[in-house]
């Protein structure tokens, strides 16, 4: 009876004995990039894999330069699904349509505030002035994005664009003769 109280069971067995690990077949080579413990790599192999030289500054401005003008042209890229969105809210004055109107503003307007916190961090001495067609293709594209919200505003009918828009302002007419209706 106390045989059956202290052995212990099968799984607890092989959890504080795990089998040992299957070996490795020799025929399947060892992903590009990831050699195993056991291949016979040289120091010189290793530390190749480990380290990489350090690009130029020539190299990081190229770089910079290329971040730089993904950041001028992102503002564009979100102008399709915009466009389709305004049109699809319908021209009448809906909280919708109105919340969509304000996001058309809110954007490009904070995108022109923020020009020289978005690209702060590509610019140095060397590449100041190629960073400054980025900045104005950048600030381009932010009023291309104000255009597309002013159309919309326009559709919607909220733009004083007609002469009677500006009544309040308009000086009645003096006729030169009167009519009067006779009995």
Known sequence: ???AITS?????????NPPPPKSKSNNI????????????LSKKDKAALQTRPQPSPEEMDTLKLKKAW?????PVKNLPMTAIMMYMSGNSLQIFSIMMVFMAFKGPIMGLVGTNQAFERFESETNRTKMLQAR??????????????VWKVNSMGLLPTTRSDWLAWESPRNYLEQAVAAL
């Not at 212990?8 to 504080?16: E, F, M, N, Q, S």
């Not at 993904?70 to 992102?74: C, F, K, R």
């Open 1 to 3: 009876m106390s045989e």
């Open 8 to 16: 212990t069971p099968k799984w607890v067995a092989d959890l504080r």
């Open 29 to 40: 080579p060892d992903p590009f990039g990831f050699p195993s413990s056991s291949s016979a």
């Open 70 to 74: 993904e950041v001028a042209l992102a």
């Open 136 to 149: 104005l293709a950048y600030i381009a594209m932010q009023f291309v994005a104000l255009a597309l919200g």
